[in-house]
């Protein structure tokens, strides 16, 4: 039986993985904070260890403690936009945690090491994204991301290390985290429905996104593993069609069976148009399927309203102040 280490498996895409590496056959243990996931994501099956990337002392314990054959990296603080005024928690969890998965890894000779970036490395003006293009991120967050990429690269030429690393983008579905008001504008928008509040949108609207259904990823993260094509890889993975925010609004009052109103806000700092090209990931993983967002918004929408909604948290720990969208200190 193979021994796979998903970090943020009690997260949004982690709860996925997790349910697809048991499908597999695999051993899981999940690694998790609780800081933006929920127990009650976790599969049955699994070993759960509650504990931070960011501590060393724990990672090195559990690569002691248990042979872990592959490590599925999923752990992070996904907010673009935040990431702007939060640099130091951005730094810290998004790549020096992640720094210390791969030193352990390198350690402990994993098998493989998948890593979930994202599509924010590449930055604004290259559209379709291809993985051949040169990354230029423009936040913070893109930034912390492209390191680790560049990291696990110098970690397999250095100590053999093979890795394999996913771009996904704009995901949604089943299990993310309704009451982070900081990103994921899907469940942004369901959550604001079930408290009869406005849908808030920065700007015109007019910026589009591909948005990509969560079960047409994670199965594919999972079994990278046996695919020996994909190691030492960067894929781009997600949706292919693109919607504006506005129009994304208006399919998202329509899977919920509700009338929502918009209240535009301020445009804030981020890239207007996002898509790429997945011709790479359909060729090595012959991924054929994808999920229409009618089809993907009303799955999430019944598990929406099932969970009910959240009460928007607030980040505790703004570093910066200085253009703040006003929103968020509501």
């Known amino acids: ?16 993985v997790s349910r697809e590496a048991l499908k597999l056959g695999h051993k899981v243990i999940i690694l998790d904070d609780l800081s933006g996931g929920f127990e009650e994501n976790i599969p049955e099956g699994v070993i759960f260890i509650k504990g931070s990337i960011t501590d060393s002392k724990l990672i090195g314990e559990l690569f002691q403690n248990h042979s872990i054959d592959y490590v599925y990296h999923l752990a992070a603080y996904a907010a673009e936009g935040l990431s702007h005024f939060i640099r130091r928690f951005n730094y810290e969890n998004n790549l020096i945690g992640s720094i210390n998965l791969i030193n352990e890894s390198i350690r402990h000779k994993v098998k493989c090491f998948v890593f979930t970036s994202s599509i924010a490395v590449y930055g604004k003006g290259q559209l379709p ?15 912390s991301k492209l390191a680790v990429e560049q990291d696990l690269k110098c970690a397999h030429e250095m100590f053999g290390l093979n890795y394999i690393i996913f771009r996904p983008h704009n995901v949604y579905g089943e299990y993310q985290n ?8 899907v469940g942004i928008f369901m959550n604001q429905l079930m408290q009869n509040k406005p849908l808030t949108i920065f700007g ?23 695919m020996p094509d994909a190691q030492n890889q960067i894929f781009n993975i997600g949706a292919d069609v693109q919607f504006t925010v506005k129009d994304l609004a208006t399919e998202v009052c329509k899977a919920m069976g509700k009338e929502g109103q918009i209240r ?8 207007a148009h996002a898509y790429s090209s997945h011709e790479k990931a359909t060729r090595v993983f012959n991924t054929t399927h994808s999920t229409s967002l009618h089809d993907g918004l009303n799955k999430m929408a019944a598990w ?6 959240k009460k928007s948290s607030s980040f ?3 570093e910066i102040t200085e253009k703040l969208p006003p929103v968020w200190l509501e």
């Not at 929406?304 to 909604?309: F, H, I, R, V």
């Open 204 to 226: 015109d609207g007019m910026q589009s996104r591909a948005f990509s259904y969560v079960g047409d990823i994670a199965p594919v993260i999972a079994n990278s593993v046996n």
């Open 129 to 143: 994204m291809h993985e051949d293009m040169t990354p230029l991120p423009e936040d913070p967050y893109g930034v």
């Open 316 to 318: 505790s720990n703004i």
């Open 304 to 309: 929406a309203l099932q969970t009910g909604s």
């Open 264 to 271: 535009y806000l301020d445009a804030r700092n981020e890239v």
């Open 178 to 185: 309704l009451g982070d008001k900081y990103r994921n504008v």
């Open 1 to 16: 039986m193979k021994v796979s280490l998903i970090t943020g498996g009690a997260g949004f895409i982690g709860a996925h």
